[in-house]
């Protein structure tokens, strides 16, 4: 799961909340796993859930890219100093972000889905690469059209 997208989500919750949007975010994780990320790197103003299965991701249209370009692109970003905070410097948030490396489907691309009240998609990104998140931006600007 992507701790600066989250971060960026959790900055940006109340101004969802305030459009009328309920914001959940779905990891690959299981509950076990997430109750101790949140812990390290929470609270957050929304509900965490998972979807170890990766059925959802999955029937979404969510791929998990070869480990080896994935890895490649991290050096190639850490070489280049474009990835700045690969791995967090405080010891319990390393410790948890190295143990998901090994036991958490990290590879799995996320996305961006708004739905309206009925059900309608009125927006979706699925992320092409780790650093390919939606912009906080144009999701407000989907917000702000539809309230």
């Known amino acids: 799961m992507c701790r600066e997208f ?3 989500l959790r900055e940006h919750a109340d101004t969802m909340k305030e459009k009328g949007y309920q914001l959940i975010a779905v990891t690959t994780s299981k509950g076990s796993y997430l ?11 929304f509900p965490l859930y998972g979807d170890p299965s990766r059925k959802a991701f999955r029937e979404m249209g969510h791929v998990t890219p070869a480990k080896w370009k994935l890895l490649g692109m991290a050096a190639a970003g850490v070489a280049t100093g ?63 059209r539809k309230g």
């Open 6 to 8: 989250l971060a960026q």
């Open 35 to 45: 109750k101790r990320f949140t812990e390290t790197f929470g609270p957050y103003p």
């Open 82 to 144: 474009k990835v700045k905070n690969l791995f967090p410097r405080h010891p319990q948030e390393r410790k948890l972000v190295l143990e998901s490396m090994k036991t958490q489907d990290v590879y799995i691309q996320g996305g961006t889905w708004i739905f309206d009240e009925e059900g309608h998609l009125l927006f979706s990104h699925i992320d092409k690469t780790p650093d390919d998140h939606a912009e906080i931006r144009e999701i407000i600007e989907v917000l702000e």
